[in-house]
């Protein structure tokens, strides 16, 4: 089983903390996606990268920014948490076919549920 | 992408077929459908995707409108368990850039009542 494990479920951090949040997939997928989850919002994509070192901002990239210098760890950072980053963040990776370039199915991480305090 | 519509939320007995719509009028040529659902407090699950054949797998059936305006996912034998979100999903055919990402909407809230 292709599996994305997030490194916190729950994590409480004060406000102007620099937060790391981290990553890691088991199949070699070059994909990989962070996204936030808020009630009312849906998911909102923060950053995805389709390669090593490599990152493209997403929807909501202002107040992150990421890292990822192995494909199988992408780290998302909180320079300066605020209270509005209080939310559910999931990573997600996928791996792209080759032939049609259609991707498979994202896999999904269970998710870190952060509060900024 | 193209925007998806899907009904807020339904309701499905435990053990029968639980059938949830999408409308998706202005799908593109190169756009895959894909549905995913998400159980409460965790990770979406990816369940099944396809381009304009019916297509099958051991969780779920979908099938496409010969004019691709619409799919139809199946859930056979609904439990309990099936209880969640789910989100019907157009992404274009071309992974490069932000073309190819997930665009998530609301969803359907499904509940499987006993």
């Known amino acids: 089983d292709v599996k994305v494990t997030q490194s916190s479920r729950y994590l409480v951090k004060r406000t102007g903390e620099k937060v790391f949040l981290e990553c890691v997939q088991d199949?070699?997928?070059?994909?990989m996606f962070w996204y936030r989850q808020d009630p009312g919002l849906g998911l909102r994509l923060i950053y995805f990268?389709?390669?090593?070192?490599?990152?493209e901002k997403g929807d909501i990239p202002e107040g992150y920014s990421v890292s990822r210098e192995k494909k199988e760890r992408f780290s998302l950072i909180l320079e300066s948490a605020s209270t509005n980053q209080t939310s559910m963040y999931l990573c997600?990776?996928?791996?792209?076919?080759?032939?049609?370039?259609?991707?498979?199915?994202?896999?999904f991480g269970s998710g870190t549920r952060l509060t900024v305090v | 992408d193209a925007k998806t519509t899907q009904p807020t939320s339904m309701d499905c007995a435990e053990g029968r077929a639980a059938n949830l719509p999408c409308n998706h009028s202005?799908?593109?040529?190169?756009?895959?459908v894909y549905w995913y659902r998400q159980i409460h407090s965790q990770g979406p699950q990816y369940i099944i995707h396809?381009?304009?054949n019916n297509e099958t797998n051991e969780m779920a059936s979908l099938i496409i409108t010969e004019d691709r305006k619409s799919s139809t996912l199946i859930l056979p034998h609904a439990t309990l368990r099936d209880t969640a979100v789910y989100y019907c999903?157009?992404?274009?055919?071309?992974?490069?850039?932000?073309?190819?990402?997930?665009?998530f909407g609301k969803g359907t809230k499904l509940s499987v009542k006993p």
């Open positions: 997600a990776s996928s791996l792209t076919r080759p032939m049609d370039g259609s991707g498979y199915g994202y896999t």
């Open positions: 199949m070699d997928h070059e994909n």
């Open positions: 990268s389709y390669d090593v070192k490599m990152k």
């Open positions: 202005t799908i593109s040529g190169n756009e895959y």
């Open positions: 396809g381009l304009k």
């Open positions: 999903i157009v992404r274009a055919m071309n992974y490069g850039g932000s073309q190819g990402n997930l665009i």
